[in-house]
């Protein structure tokens, strides 16, 4: 009955801590972030088109100036439609999309605290650990001062994850479903994390390879759990191998690898100031000051740490090193690390390391405490030190010149989709068409050899039609949208269109004069295929995890009452 109480207790201070991260919902706008246009844009899309019935958005034809932009396939788009769902059930776009970060919020907690509670089967511990890392200056920065939603929301999973590749290797082998369903949701939310991801759990596995006992039964797991999430996550990589093999993309925002990590004098200032502010107002993305204390401690009380604990403060130590210019980046400018484009997004690496850090410490800590009283100094001390750097953090955002003074989202698409530096087009706009993207972007189609800007352009789910009475009454028409697989074009009659591409890499249109052009997406059997087999997956996984923890809860229980 005490354990069932502490439960609620657990789930109850998890929703209140959640309506915490969101206070600012009570100013009723979203202040700028870095990336924010950007997020707010697909997920408007993803909400007009849940408005309407439909749950899977490819193209964004609402937004991204109206070009038929297939952000859906080269972005994933998956753990966005709780935001969507927020959107249709609350009137208010503000509020649905602070309601978004309300959900993940607590989801992030209660994944952090599981994951946590898997390694040391404690409370404690894993409750301020937990807290930690949903509190943390770079988990908070991705929200906010970023909106770098992809990231953010990856990090809501990282902890099953790491969670699931340590039990294989060195626990339970049988939970290898934690690796599963975190990487899954790590895919379909962000790129790049999963590359860092898979990047640092093979280079973790050539470390600790003389330390892994049952090195072949370890291997069959971690195999089984990479086709498991092959298999769940097969709704966005089919689609995107897909086009990545049509067509050639330049490298997305290409960034010098090391001129946008930190000199470590900066990073050391950042640290103290514990600032949230934006990096166009000079700030240095960091771990923040608890958490590097905290690692400061763990290097100290290193000898006291489990093996696990052991791992974590040099993971963090290193980690939180590479974000720095004391790392020779400039030798990876060339390889396949570039992609990352920042080194600071190491940073939920360090984040969630040195928060494990904490939780044992406080474990420790709480263990070794005489009483109560002690015990519960213990806990407000550390929940003090937790809150007041996070509180000041926050603070700092409202004097923030970039967040505060740049725009602000109030509820409305128009004084988005016109920052056009800001939505990226680029980065999926095919290499043949990068020469023509600032005249396509406006809108520009070629109607007898001569420009015309279109400004009859319906939207709809996956579809853009072109009313304008210029391009209806044209029998050749150059429409300002680019060519990718699996569009097809149509009459207003239901009539494919016969279609090549055209010098600008966008569609030339051959029809009937009297007309109107329908631009649709049409998916091939094999993503609708894969589409069927992610959501089963997700299913049979889920289900399969559900039964095997009820169980052994249930058996735990029963070995404690005997």
């Not at 952000?71 to 978004?100: E, K």
């Not at 990073?267 to 240095?284: C, E, M, Q, W």
Request: with cysteine; charged share 15%.
């Amino acid at each position: 009955m005490a354990s069932k109480s502490k439960q609620i207790f657990i789930i109850l201070s998890f929703i209140g801590l959640s309506f915490l991260f969101i206070i600012y919902c009570r100013y009723g706008v979203v202040f700028n972030g870095d990336d924010m246009p950007y997020h707010i844009n697909r997920i408007i899309e993803a909400t007009t088109n849940l408005k309407d019935g439909h749950i899977y958005t490819v193209l964004m034809t609402h937004t991204f100036k109206k070009i038929a932009y297939p952000l859906g396939i080269f972005y994933p788009s998956v753990t966005i439609f709780p935001f969507a769902l927020f959107g249709v059930l609350i009137s208010n776009p503000v509020r649905a999309i602070y309601a978004g970060f309300f959900f993940y919020t607590f989801l992030t907690l209660c994944t952090t605290y599981i994951s946590f509670k898997k390694v040391i089967n404690r409370r404690i511990g894993p409750y301020i650990g937990a807290i930690a890392y949903t509190f943390s200056s770079y988990h908070t920065i991705n929200a906010y001062t970023r909106f770098a939603l992809g990231e953010y929301l990856a990090m809501t999973f990282l902890p099953l994850a790491v969670y699931g590749f340590y039990t294989i290797l060195f626990k339970d082998k049988k939970e290898w479903y934690y690796l599963a369903i975190g990487m899954i949701f790590i895919v379909t939310s962000h790129v790049l994390t999963t590359f860092i991801i898979t990047l640092f759990f093979a280079i973790l596995i050539f470390i600790l390879l003389p330390w892994i006992r049952e090195k072949w039964l370890s291997l069959k797991y971690i195999v089984l759990a990479g086709v498991v999430t092959l298999l769940g996550s097969s709704i966005f990589i089919y689609s995107f191998v897909q086009q990545e093999l049509y067509q050639s993309f330049e490298q997305p925002s290409v960034w010098n690898l090391y001129n946008s990590s930190a000199n470590a004098s900066d990073i050391v200032l950042a640290l103290l100031n514990n600032s949230f502010k934006s990096a166009f107002d000079g700030n240095t993305y960091n771990l923040g000051i608890t958490l590097f204390i905290v690692t400061i401690i763990g290097i100290f009380r290193y000898k006291v740490l489990s093996n696990i604990g052991k791992i974590a403060v040099m993971v963090s130590l290193a980690t939180l090193l590479m974000t720095t210019r004391l790392f020779p980046w400039f030798i990876f400018q060339r390889t396949i690390f570039s992609v990352i484009q920042t080194p600071s997004r190491l940073l939920i690496l360090t984040t969630l390391f040195s928060s494990y850090i904490l939780c044992e410490l406080v474990q420790s800590y709480y263990m070794d405490a005489k009483n109560n009283v002690v015990k519960s100094y213990i806990i407000i001390a550390v929940l003090i030190g937790i809150f007041a750097p996070w509180s000041a953090g926050m603070h700092q955002i409202l004097s923030s010149n970039t967040m505060i003074n740049w725009t602000k989202y109030t509820g409305t698409v128009k004084n988005y989709d016109n920052i056009e530096w800001a939505l990226y087009l680029d980065q999926y706009t095919p290499k043949d068409g990068q020469k023509t993207l600032k005249e396509v972007s406006n809108n520009i189609a070629i109607v007898g050899r001569k420009k015309y800007k279109v400004t009859q352009i319906k939207p709809g789910y996956n579809k853009l039609v072109f009313e304008d009475t210029k391009i209806v009454n044209a029998k050749k028409v150059d429409i300002p949208v680019y060519r990718y697989l699996n569009y097809q074009i149509f009459n207003s009659k239901g009539q494919k269109l016969s279609v090549s591409k055209s010098k600008r890499g966008t569609i030339l249109v051959n029809k009937r004069s009297g007309d109107k052009i329908v631009v649709r997406y049409v998916p091939s059997k094999g993503e609708i295929f894969t589409r069927v087999i992610s959501i089963i997956t997700w299913i049979i996984l889920l289900s399969y995890a559900f039964i095997r923890e009820g169980y052994r809860s249930k058996e735990q229980e029963r070995l404690f009452n005997e």
